[in-house]
């Protein structure tokens, strides 16, 4: 019989969430600059710090999820993964690219909860 745990769906769809997320940073961090550059404001440490909080909370998760998944005996490639692009997000944002590469691969793999071979 195939285990599924619900952490790994949380943690799979939650690595589509943050492939997204990591797609727009650049983005996002280079128009708050530019508005920071025209207006005034300080704006662009807001936009970073986000996609840093989102980066750092998906980690969490997947430590967590790769904690249950070795006691359940199922794969951890997608944490390991996903472990791996968070940390070179969090790292600095010009890995958005292997971080955003590394997050679609995370999430297949979490996403279809492999029984481990033994």
């Known amino acids: 019989m195939k285990k599924r745990l619900t952490i790994n769906n949380v943690t799979g769809v939650a690595d589509i969430i943050m492939a997204f997320l990591i797609m727009i940073s650049w983005f996002a961090v280079l128009f708050a600059a530019v508005g920071d550059a025209t207006t005034g404001t300080h704006a662009t ?3 970073g ?4 909080i989102c980066a750092g909370i998906t980690l969490i998760l997947h ?3 790769w904690i249950k998944s070795k006691k359940a005996g199922i794969s951890v490639v997608g944490h390991v993964l996903g472990i791996i692009g968070m940390a070179c997000f969090l790292i600095t944002m010009f890995l958005a690219f292997p971080a955003f590469v590394l997050a679609i691969l995370a999430a297949i793999f ?3 909860q492999k029984n481990r071979d033994k």
């Open 45 to 47: 440490g807001g936009v």
């Open 49 to 52: 710090s986000f996609f840093y």
């Open 63 to 65: 430590i967590i999820a």
């Open 110 to 112: 979490t996403l279809l």
